[in-house]
């Protein structure tokens, strides 16, 4: 099936330090999304965006956090700086269109100490 | 069942026996999906189910919805070892543009 690729797999950073997460979407597909996981638990919703823009965002997306795709290359999440809380694993999603089928990455797995 | 503030679910089950996961959701939605993950992977999605249909079959999976309710449940049928992941039912909002996923259910099934 379709793959979204997300680099890096693992990283750790020390608190305050700026972080850059990787997502490469779906060819085909115009709408792009990260999630947020602690330990398994609830796949928690940060931001979607569409057409170079922010089209809604979570109280969990901060202020230290912004996204990007220049250009139509990867699709990036930026954390700056980074805080103990954010350690968790971030999945990046695709879609062809609104309330299309959302196809995940592996996630990336981020510490922060 | 899952729900918005409840903690993961966790159901143990023998190879062979049929098991039915519950989601509770709070607001419309158009379609409730359905998703499995596995351990260290990322979801994937299993079957969707819309608004309106009640009931959906996809091999040993059944999904029904009863939009009155706000309820829809996950039917697997004569489970076996390598169902076992965690399952989530997610929403879509209004508009489409998101998915809020549930607490999810941790199913175990032994051999």
């Known amino acids: 099936g379709p793959k979204v690729l997300q680099i890096p797999s693992h990283q750790i950073i020390d608190m305050g330090q700026m972080v850059t997460l990787n997502c490469d979407p779906v060819?085909?597909?115009?709408?792009f999304y990260w999630y947020k996981q602690i330990l398994g638990q609830q796949m928690e919703f940060l931001v979607n965006?569409?057409?170079?823009?922010?089209?809604?965002k979570s109280k969990l997306f901060k202020d230290q956090f912004s996204v990007e795709r220049p250009d139509g290359s990867y699709f990036t999440l930026k954390i700056q700086p980074t805080a103990l809380e954010d350690s968790a694993v971030y999945f990046c999603?695709?879609?062809?269109?609104?309330?299309?089928?959302?196809?995940f990455g592996e996630g990336s797995r981020l510490i922060v100490v | 069942s899952q729900w918005g503030e409840e903690n993961l679910q966790a159901l143990s089950i023998q190879e062979g026996e049929d098991v039915t996961m519950n989601c509770s959701y709070k607001?419309?939605?158009?379609?409730v999906h359905w998703y499995r993950q596995d351990s260290g992977r990322g979801p994937a999605l299993i079957i969707l189910?819309?608004?309106?249909?009640r009931e959906k079959r996809s091999g040993r999976l059944r999904a029904t919805l009863d939009t009155s309710s706000q309820s829809s449940s996950l039917s697997i049928t004569a489970a076996q070892c390598e169902d076992t992941a965690v399952y989530f039912c997610a929403t879509d909002s209004n508009m489409g543009y998101k998915l809020t996923f549930g607490t999810g259910t941790s199913l175990l099934v032994d051999p």
């Open positions: 965006f569409y057409n170079g823009k922010v089209m809604e």
């Open positions: 060819s085909n597909h115009l709408y």
């Open positions: 999603a695709s879609s062809r269109s609104s309330g299309n089928t959302l196809y």
């Open positions: 189910i819309r608004s309106n249909e």
């Open positions: 607001t419309y939605t158009t379609v």
